[in-house]
């Protein structure tokens, strides 16, 4: 969701660019070019983290608070993402986005879980909604 959401916001910019006639036919291609680049090298980071596809987004929720990557540190923030996959998988069935007490329980245990690790007391609200709306995507990337 994170790293989608820089590259949609990093494609849009070019297509209105574009529009807005601020660079040509070619500049296009060779911002589309980098951008499947960015893409390609985000794939690889997970390799490089370690993490498998799954907590690497949860990665990603995690680190898009930049004081939470710089009290934690990227080792604890790859725990906090590879215990968020174990957490999910354990509560979330099939029809859990539509089950308010599912998806409750799921919100506690992620609550615990960024205050068992420490997480930024001031930036838990944003990581819970971060978290589960990732859960949501990667639950429904695989029906």
């Keep these: 969701m994170i790293q989608g959401k820089s590259f949609a916001e990093m494609l849009e910019r070019a297509i209105n660019e574009y529009k807005n006639r601020g660079i040509d036919t070619v500049q296009v291609i060779e911002e589309l070019l980098e ?48 215990e968020l996959v174990k957490i999910i998988r354990q509560n979330a069935g099939v029809d859990w986005t539509i089950r308010k007490n599912i998806q409750a329980k799921i919100r506690v245990n992620v609550k615990r879980l960024l205050n068992k690790y420490g997480y930024p007391p001031d930036k838990q609200e944003l990581a819970t909604k971060n978290i589960l709306k990732q859960a949501e995507l990667l639950c429904i990337g695989a029906e």
């Design 35 to 82: 951008l499947a680049k960015k893409i390609s090298e985000a794939d690889k980071r997970g390799e490089g983290l370690d993490l498998s596809d799954e907590e690497i987004a949860f990665y990603d929720a995690l680190a898009d608070n930049e004081s939470a990557v710089e009290a934690l540190g990227n080792e604890t923030l790859r725990f906090m993402a590879a």
